[in-house]
């Protein structure tokens, strides 16, 4: 596609559920990052995939949270057991993975736990 | 892993002078520093990046320094305009490769 393509775009869930957010790279791009953006505030690291290799895992806040990417392309990001703090809007980027190339944002998902 | 620290987190400049955001990161092995601006409710875009074989670049309005040796980066906006009214990330892209955002800026052009 034309850049990243983030589903849904909005998302309201009861805690306690489990949810799944969804990211399409941009065709080709072998490197995929999520983040995670709370209210007025800045972007926090979650998971990194680069390629085949294991993925870069350090930044997930707890074992309620996992991600996939499945065939090098999309990746899907699971919270289980969600929590109101688990709220904010969660982005997606993809590189071409070579060094120092420029990541590209989708739109986000923004998540509410009520 | 990266460490990036931004300042100023909030800052009001009059429509026409000169802005300028300063970051400082922490492995010295980061060679791509990226700016993004992001505008309510859309994802962050790349507004200019620099590498670390290069001590300026600029392109129209905007301009970023880096400084190896200590470890800094700027983002300068001059000529201000009402459209640059937004949140600024500076980010650096580490030797475990993940790209490591600030904090950002919100930058408010008063008329």
């Known amino acids: 596609g034309a850049g990243v393509s983030q589903s849904p775009s909005n998302k309201v869930t009861e805690k306690g559920k489990d949810v799944e957010l969804r990211c399409d790279p941009i065709?080709?791009?072998?490197?995929l990052y999520w983040y995670r953006q709370s209210l007025g505030q800045g972007l926090e690291f979650l998971i990194y995939?680069?390629?085949?290799?294991?993925?870069?895992k350090s930044g997930l806040p707890s074992d309620r949270f996992s991600a996939e990417r499945t065939g090098g392309s999309v990746s899907t990001l699971t919270i289980q057991r969600t929590q109101q703090e688990d709220s904010a809007v969660y982005l997606c980027?993809?590189?071409?993975?070579?060094?120092?190339?420029?990541?590209?944002f989708g739109q986000g998902t923004r998540l509410t736990v009520v | 892993g990266e460490n990036v620290e931004q300042h100023p987190s909030t800052l009001s400049v009059q429509e026409g002078d000169s802005a300028v955001i300063k970051c400082t990161y922490s492995?010295?092995?980061?060679?791509?520093f990226p700016w993004y601006k992001q505008e309510l409710g859309k994802g962050p875009q790349l507004i200019i990046d620099?590498?670390?074989?290069?001590g300026e670049k600029k392109d129209q309005r905007i301009a970023v320094t880096l400084n190896k040796t200590a470890k800094h980066f700027s983002l300068h906006i001059t000529e201000t305009q009402p459209e640059d009214s937004a949140v600024y990330f500076c980010?650096?892209?580490?030797?475990?490769?993940?790209?490591?955002f600030g904090k950002g800026t919100r930058l408010h052009i008063l008329p």
């Open positions: 980027a993809s590189s071409r993975g070579t060094k120092n190339t420029e990541a590209f």
């Open positions: 065709s080709g791009h072998t490197a």
């Open positions: 995939f680069q390629g085949n290799s294991a993925p870069d």
């Open positions: 492995d010295s092995a980061s060679n791509y």
């Open positions: 620099i590498r670390s074989n290069v």
């Open positions: 980010a650096a892209r580490g030797r475990d490769d993940k790209i490591i």
